[in-house]
């Protein structure tokens, strides 16, 4: 009986070594030597602190930062730790009346845009922490963010075009603008608030 069962647990613990402590310990370090900005969670620190990540969503509530699409991570939104999707289907009445709710709150802190709103406004993404918008829904933004912080239109306009980042590849995915990016280059260029 030993003679199969040792056979077994051997290539057990072998596989066990290789593949649970041996592989990731030399891809870990290959990343670090390589891509140690990515490996590192992409983080943006200022003054030595740890503000966020590229990868990652925050919440921006005040009316002089361009806003993320809404979460549905975590009971308030945007907990790394609750990563997911709301999964409601299209006629779900939440669904329903989240969208609702997101389009008259937009329309109440932006009053100066008159035009139809970009479908990732007023959805969340699958993981509930998307770090992007569409330029659509920047520049949808634009109005208010220039009048909050006393900047003109055409300013606003070509900070989201500088940030506007291509499809991956040119041809992977959409065009997008990371918002985080975006609202640390509206506070170094005019001021934090």
């Not at 945007?78 to 969208?99: C, E, M, W």
């Not at 900047?151 to 997008?176: H, Q, T, V």
């Amino acid at each position: 009986m030993w003679q199969q069962i040792l056979p077994g647990l051997r290539l057990k613990v072998f596989m066990t070594v290789l593949l649970g402590v041996i592989y990731p310990l030399a891809i870990t370090g290959i990343c670090q030597v390589l891509f140690p900005y990515k490996a590192n969670g992409s983080l943006i620190e200022s003054g030595g602190k740890a503000i966020g990540s590229e990868l990652i969503g925050q919440n921006f509530a005040k009316p002089w930062y361009f806003q993320p699409r809404p979460s549905a991570a975590g009971n308030d939104g945007y907990d790394a730790t609750a990563s997911t999707g709301s999964n409601f289907g299209p006629t779900n009445q939440n669904l329903i009346k989240r969208v609702q709710t997101s389009i008259e709150k937009f329309r109440k802190e932006n009053p100066d845009y008159t035009g139809s709103l970009p479908a990732d406004l007023l959805t969340a993404s699958g993981s509930g922490l998307d770090p992007h918008i569409s330029p659509a829904s920047a520049l949808a933004q634009a109005p208010r963010v220039a009048k909050a912080r006393g900047i003109g239109m055409d300013e606003a306009n070509r900070l989201i075009s500088r940030f506007a980042e291509k499809p991956d590849l040119g041809i992977l995915g959409e065009p997008r603008v990371n918002v985080l990016l975006l609202n640390l280059a509206l506070d170094r260029e005019y001021g934090g608030r």
